[in-house]
T-cell receptor, first 112, second 114 residues
Framework: NAGVTQTPKFQVLKTGQSMTLQCAQD?????MSWYRQDPGMGLRLIHY???????DQGEVPNGYNVSRSTTEDFPLRLLSAAPSQTSVYFC???????????FGPGTRLTVT | GENVEQHPSTLSVQEGDSAVIKCTYS??????FPWYKQELGKRPQLIID?????GEKKDQRIAVTLNKTAKHFSLHITETQPEDSAVYFC?????????????FGKGTKLSVKP
């Protein structure tokens, strides 16, 4: 099993550009989520999904969109990047009722 | 909104000493409390967790205690080693049940000096 994978590992965007961060898992987990990590701020939940076709907002959803068309994939879209979105983004998954939440390797995004 | 507070933000100990990190949570329905370790440039990884029906859990040099009445839980690392140096995050699963989101504390940077 590859576990949770994310692409790209690094990305530099200009203000106003759009992009999609990819996340995939091969563990057949129903629950997937996106976090952003900023220095001194811990991991903050952006969006989450409890299954294909179902998504909801977390703590810091503004500026981000998600969709979940399959169990495996949960992409995160930045429609118009802003410098405040410079961060490290982690995707995570777990099974319904499962305890351990598995994280992907992260995407380091810089917006100039 | 619900939150988790974590203290201290930085902790420096001598090799062989013990380290304690404390967290408090706001949602009284929370029933699951994991601890994650994150090494520099790596992803967070689960090191130990505890459910709300247990007061203490131990795994070799690490232990977690939970006080549901006071809504706080702690991570204890004994006989610290340089490889324990990392950022540690506590978390609480909100809303009860098994479906809730994990809300994380802001992290503690632990440095173990040889």
């Amino acid at each position: 099993n590859a576990g949770v994978t994310q692409t790209p590992k690094f990305q530099v965007l200009k203000t106003g550009q759009s992009m999609t961060l990819q996340c995939a898992q091969d563990m057949n987990h129903e629950y997937m989520s996106w976090y952003r990590q900023d220095p001194g701020m811990g991991l903050r939940l952006i969006h989450y999904s409890v299954g294909a076709g179902i998504t909801d907002q977390g703590e810091v959803p503004n500026g981000y969109n998600v969709s979940r068309s399959t169990t495996e994939d949960f992409p995160l879209r930045l429609l118009s990047a802003a410098p405040s979105q410079t961060s490290v983004y982690f995707c995570a998954s777990r099974s319904t009722g499962g305890r351990e939440q598995y994280f992907g390797p992260g995407t380091r995004l810089t917006v100039t | 909104g619900e939150n988790v507070e974590q203290h201290p933000s930085t902790l420096s100990v001598q090799e062989g000493d013990s380290a304690v990190i404390k967290c408090t949570y706001s949602d009284s329905a929370s029933n699951y409390f994991p601890w994650y370790k994150q090494e520099l440039g790596k992803r967070p990884q689960l090191i130990i967790d505890i459910r709300s029906n247990v007061g203490e859990k131990k795994d070799q040099r690490i232990a977690v205690t939970l006080n549901k009445t006071a809504k706080h839980f702690s991570l204890h690392i004994t006989e610290t080693q340089p490889e324990d140096s990392a950022v540690y995050f506590c978390a609480a699963r909100m809303g009860g049940g098994s479906q809730g989101n994990l809300i994380f504390g802001k992290g503690t940077k632990l440095s173990v000096k040889p």
